[in-house]
Protein backbone atom coordinates (compact mmCIF):
# COMPACT_ATOMS: atom_id res chain seq x y z
CA UNK A 1 0.00 0.00 0.00
CA UNK A 2 1.13 3.38 -0.89
CA UNK A 3 2.50 6.13 2.02
CA UNK A 4 0.02 8.60 2.15
CA UNK A 5 0.66 10.79 5.16
CA UNK A 6 -2.63 12.72 4.85
CA UNK A 7 -2.91 13.65 8.61
CA UNK A 8 -0.07 15.92 7.77
CA UNK A 9 -1.10 17.10 4.59
CA UNK A 10 -4.93 17.31 3.53
CA UNK A 11 -6.26 15.67 6.80
CA UNK A 12 -3.92 18.29 8.50
CA UNK A 13 -7.15 20.33 10.04
CA UNK A 14 -7.98 16.89 12.01
CA UNK A 15 -4.63 17.00 13.51
CA UNK A 16 -5.65 19.37 17.11
CA UNK A 17 -8.70 16.92 17.50
CA UNK A 18 -5.97 13.72 18.48
CA UNK A 19 -5.10 14.25 21.85
CA UNK A 20 -5.20 16.83 23.73
CA UNK A 21 -2.72 19.40 23.90
CA UNK A 22 -3.25 20.90 27.24
CA UNK A 23 -3.66 17.32 29.03
CA UNK A 24 -1.73 14.36 27.12
CA UNK A 25 0.96 16.51 25.84
CA UNK A 26 1.14 18.71 29.20
CA UNK A 27 1.92 15.47 30.78
CA UNK A 28 5.14 14.22 28.76
CA UNK A 29 6.29 17.70 28.40
CA UNK A 30 6.67 17.66 32.60
CA UNK A 31 8.61 14.73 31.80
CA UNK A 32 11.23 16.40 29.51
CA UNK A 33 11.06 19.22 31.14
CA UNK A 34 12.29 17.25 34.12
CA UNK A 35 15.23 14.89 32.18
CA UNK A 36 16.21 18.64 31.07
CA UNK A 37 16.68 19.98 34.31
CA UNK A 38 18.31 16.62 36.06
CA UNK A 39 20.81 16.23 32.87
CA UNK A 40 21.92 18.84 31.57
CA UNK A 41 25.38 20.51 32.75
CA UNK A 42 24.45 23.99 31.58
CA UNK A 43 21.67 26.47 32.18
CA UNK A 44 18.42 25.40 30.25
CA UNK A 45 16.75 28.79 28.66
CA UNK A 46 16.33 27.54 24.78
CA UNK A 47 14.40 24.66 23.42
CA UNK A 48 14.90 23.48 19.69
CA UNK A 49 11.42 21.01 19.13
CA UNK A 50 12.39 19.17 16.34
CA UNK A 51 9.38 17.54 14.19
CA UNK A 52 7.33 19.61 16.06
CA UNK A 53 4.15 18.98 14.09
CA UNK A 54 0.62 20.88 15.01
CA UNK A 55 2.68 22.46 18.44
CA UNK A 56 1.08 20.88 20.67
CA UNK A 57 4.59 20.06 22.66
CA UNK A 58 5.69 23.06 22.03
CA UNK A 59 2.83 25.17 23.64
CA UNK A 60 3.26 23.37 26.99
CA UNK A 61 7.29 23.94 27.01
CA UNK A 62 6.69 27.59 26.20
CA UNK A 63 6.07 28.40 29.40
CA UNK A 64 9.62 27.09 30.48
CA UNK A 65 11.89 27.30 27.37
CA UNK A 66 12.15 29.86 24.33
CA UNK A 67 11.18 27.34 21.92
CA UNK A 68 11.83 27.30 18.34
CA UNK A 69 10.38 24.19 16.21
CA UNK A 70 11.19 22.06 13.14
CA UNK A 71 8.94 20.39 10.44
CA UNK A 72 8.49 19.54 7.57
CA UNK A 73 4.75 19.65 6.64
CA UNK A 74 3.88 23.69 6.10
CA UNK A 75 0.41 22.62 7.01
CA UNK A 76 1.73 21.47 10.27
CA UNK A 77 3.69 24.24 10.92
CA UNK A 78 0.53 26.91 10.07
CA UNK A 79 -0.97 25.19 13.21
CA UNK A 80 2.01 25.43 15.23
CA UNK A 81 2.47 29.50 14.39
CA UNK A 82 -1.44 29.62 15.48
CA UNK A 83 -1.29 27.65 18.93
CA UNK A 84 2.20 29.00 19.44
CA UNK A 85 2.43 33.05 18.32
CA UNK A 86 5.44 33.40 20.98
CA UNK A 87 7.59 30.57 18.76
CA UNK A 88 9.43 30.54 15.76
CA UNK A 89 8.26 27.80 12.97
CA UNK A 90 10.91 26.94 10.16
CA UNK A 91 10.38 24.26 7.24
CA UNK A 92 13.06 21.43 7.27
CA UNK A 93 13.86 17.83 7.21
CA UNK A 94 15.06 16.77 10.41
CA UNK A 95 17.78 14.47 8.56
CA UNK A 96 19.26 17.57 6.50
CA UNK A 97 18.37 21.25 8.07
CA UNK A 98 20.55 23.03 9.95
CA UNK A 99 20.01 26.36 11.32
CA UNK A 100 23.42 28.11 12.11
CA UNK A 101 23.08 28.14 15.96
CA UNK A 102 22.81 25.99 19.26
CA UNK A 103 20.04 25.43 21.51
CA UNK A 104 20.40 24.28 25.25
CA UNK A 105 18.52 21.25 24.39
CA UNK A 106 16.51 19.83 21.89
CA UNK A 107 13.73 17.50 21.96
CA UNK A 108 13.20 14.91 19.05
CA UNK A 109 9.58 14.70 18.39
CA UNK A 110 7.26 11.61 16.71
CA UNK A 111 8.51 12.38 13.62
CA UNK A 112 11.67 10.67 14.88
CA UNK A 113 9.01 7.53 14.30
CA UNK A 114 9.37 8.16 9.94
CA UNK A 115 12.89 7.36 10.25
CA UNK A 116 13.35 4.15 8.35
CA UNK A 117 16.43 2.86 8.78
CA UNK A 118 19.61 3.64 10.66
CA UNK A 119 20.92 5.31 8.16
CA UNK A 120 18.02 7.90 8.46
CA UNK A 121 18.24 7.23 12.28
CA UNK A 122 21.88 8.81 12.27
CA UNK A 123 21.24 11.45 10.00
CA UNK A 124 18.48 12.78 12.47
CA UNK A 125 20.81 12.65 15.19
CA UNK A 126 23.42 14.39 13.77
CA UNK A 127 20.85 17.42 13.06
CA UNK A 128 20.20 17.41 17.02
CA UNK A 129 24.08 17.04 17.79
CA UNK A 130 24.73 19.75 15.37
CA UNK A 131 21.93 21.98 17.13
CA UNK A 132 23.09 21.50 20.92
CA UNK A 133 25.46 23.26 22.77
CA UNK A 134 28.00 21.10 24.39
CA UNK A 135 26.19 20.34 28.17
CA UNK A 136 22.84 20.37 26.53
CA UNK A 137 20.37 17.28 26.58
CA UNK A 138 18.75 15.80 23.38
CA UNK A 139 15.38 13.85 24.87
CA UNK A 140 13.91 11.27 22.44
CA UNK A 141 11.09 8.55 23.47
CA UNK A 142 11.15 6.26 20.96
CA UNK A 143 6.85 5.56 19.99
CA UNK A 144 7.55 1.83 19.36
CA UNK A 145 10.67 0.11 19.57
CA UNK A 146 11.00 -4.18 18.49
CA UNK A 147 10.73 -4.71 22.27
CA UNK A 148 7.38 -3.06 22.92
CA UNK A 149 5.59 -3.60 19.22
CA UNK A 150 1.94 -5.56 18.89
CA UNK A 151 1.85 -6.90 15.95
CA UNK A 152 -2.35 -5.86 15.05
CA UNK A 153 -2.63 -3.37 18.07
CA UNK A 154 -5.32 -1.30 16.80
CA UNK A 155 -6.64 1.70 18.64
CA UNK A 156 -9.98 4.47 18.32
CA UNK A 157 -10.04 7.85 19.62
CA UNK A 158 -13.03 10.11 18.90
CA UNK A 159 -12.76 13.37 19.35
CA UNK A 160 -15.89 15.98 18.86
CA UNK A 161 -15.90 19.85 18.34
CA UNK A 162 -18.98 22.18 17.93
CA UNK A 163 -18.81 24.41 14.91
CA UNK A 164 -21.15 26.87 13.68
CA UNK A 165 -23.82 25.44 15.98
CA UNK A 166 -23.00 21.61 14.42
CA UNK A 167 -20.61 18.71 15.92
CA UNK A 168 -17.83 17.84 14.04
CA UNK A 169 -17.16 14.42 15.20
CA UNK A 170 -14.18 12.01 14.29
CA UNK A 171 -13.29 8.41 15.21
CA UNK A 172 -9.72 7.89 14.57
CA UNK A 173 -9.05 3.72 14.07
CA UNK A 174 -4.92 3.12 13.92
CA UNK A 175 -4.06 -0.12 13.25
CA UNK A 176 -0.40 -1.29 13.08
CA UNK A 177 1.16 -4.41 10.87
CA UNK A 178 4.74 -5.64 10.06
CA UNK A 179 5.02 -7.48 7.38
CA UNK A 180 8.23 -8.52 7.61
CA UNK A 181 9.49 -8.78 11.03
CA UNK A 182 13.69 -9.09 9.61
CA UNK A 183 13.34 -5.66 8.87
CA UNK A 184 13.42 -2.44 10.14
CA UNK A 185 10.08 -1.05 9.57
CA UNK A 186 6.53 -1.44 10.08
CA UNK A 187 2.99 -0.07 9.12
CA UNK A 188 0.22 1.89 10.36
CA UNK A 189 -3.51 2.02 8.53
CA UNK A 190 -5.57 4.99 9.73
CA UNK A 191 -9.29 4.95 9.39
CA UNK A 192 -11.07 8.34 9.85
CA UNK A 193 -15.05 8.15 10.41
CA UNK A 194 -15.58 12.21 9.81
CA UNK A 195 -19.07 13.55 10.49
CA UNK A 196 -19.07 16.92 9.37
CA UNK A 197 -22.55 18.72 9.82
CA UNK A 198 -24.32 14.99 10.02
CA UNK A 199 -23.02 13.99 6.61
CA UNK A 200 -20.42 11.11 7.21
CA UNK A 201 -16.87 10.88 5.58
CA UNK A 202 -14.90 7.93 5.44
CA UNK A 203 -10.93 9.19 4.42
CA UNK A 204 -7.75 6.33 4.75
CA UNK A 205 -4.43 6.87 5.54
CA UNK A 206 -1.45 4.98 5.56
CA UNK A 207 2.45 4.82 6.83
CA UNK A 208 5.75 3.34 7.02
CA UNK A 209 7.69 3.61 10.18
CA UNK A 210 10.87 2.44 11.98
CA UNK A 211 10.97 -0.22 14.01
CA UNK A 212 14.52 -0.66 16.30
CA UNK A 213 15.72 -2.77 19.10
CA UNK A 214 16.53 -0.45 22.16
CA UNK A 215 20.53 -1.77 21.75
CA UNK A 216 20.10 0.34 17.90
CA UNK A 217 18.93 3.21 19.20
CA UNK A 218 21.61 3.04 22.27
CA UNK A 219 24.09 2.12 19.32
CA UNK A 220 23.32 5.02 16.67
CA UNK A 221 23.08 7.92 19.53
CA UNK A 222 26.51 6.57 21.02
CA UNK A 223 28.09 6.65 17.23
CA UNK A 224 26.33 10.08 16.91
CA UNK A 225 28.65 11.88 20.35
CA UNK A 226 26.04 11.25 22.84
CA UNK A 227 26.24 10.34 26.73
CA UNK A 228 23.00 8.11 26.61
CA UNK A 229 21.05 8.04 30.02
CA UNK A 230 17.67 6.07 30.16
CA UNK A 231 14.50 6.43 31.76
CA UNK A 232 10.69 5.25 31.98
CA UNK A 233 7.62 7.42 30.71
CA UNK A 234 4.58 5.83 31.81
CA UNK A 235 1.56 7.08 29.96
CA UNK A 236 -1.68 5.88 31.04
CA UNK A 237 -1.61 1.57 30.40
CA UNK A 238 1.77 1.88 28.25
CA UNK A 239 5.31 2.86 29.48
CA UNK A 240 8.04 4.37 27.25
CA UNK A 241 12.18 4.24 27.43
CA UNK A 242 12.87 7.95 27.20
CA UNK A 243 16.42 8.67 26.08
CA UNK A 244 18.33 11.64 27.61
CA UNK A 245 21.35 12.33 25.72
CA UNK A 246 24.28 14.82 26.67
CA UNK A 247 26.54 16.45 24.24
CA UNK A 248 30.09 16.52 25.95
CA UNK A 249 31.29 19.48 27.08
C1 LIG B 1 2.50 13.26 14.96
S1 LIG B 1 3.21 14.69 14.32
C2 LIG B 1 3.99 15.42 15.70
C3 LIG B 1 3.04 16.24 16.49
C4 LIG B 1 3.65 16.94 17.65
N1 LIG B 1 3.99 16.02 18.73
C5 LIG B 1 2.80 18.06 18.23
O1 LIG B 1 3.17 18.49 19.33
O2 LIG B 1 1.82 18.52 17.64
C6 LIG B 1 4.58 14.03 13.42
C7 LIG B 1 5.27 15.11 12.58
O3 LIG B 1 6.48 14.56 12.06
C8 LIG B 1 6.74 15.29 10.90
N2 LIG B 1 7.79 14.63 10.10
C9 LIG B 1 7.76 13.40 9.54
N3 LIG B 1 8.91 13.18 8.88
C10 LIG B 1 9.68 14.29 9.04
C11 LIG B 1 10.98 14.68 8.60
N4 LIG B 1 11.72 13.87 7.83
N5 LIG B 1 11.45 15.89 8.96
C12 LIG B 1 10.69 16.74 9.72
N6 LIG B 1 9.45 16.44 10.17
C13 LIG B 1 8.95 15.23 9.83
C14 LIG B 1 5.38 15.36 10.19
O4 LIG B 1 5.34 16.39 9.24
C15 LIG B 1 4.46 15.58 11.39
O5 LIG B 1 4.15 16.94 11.54
Known amino acids: MKDTCRLFTDLAWLWPLWGDAAVEYAHYCRHVAALVDQHSTRPAATLLNIGCGGGKNAFNLERRFD????????????????????????????????????????LMDYAISWMRDRCDLGAAFRTAHAHLAPGGVLIVTPDATVETFEQGRTTATRATRMEHGQALDVVFIENVHDPDPTDEQYEATVVYLIRDHGRLRVETDHWTLGLFALDTWREVLRETGFEVHESRYIAGDDAYTTFACVKPR
Open 67 to 106: VTGVDLSPEMLAQAGRLNPGCSFVLGDVRTFRLGRTFDAV
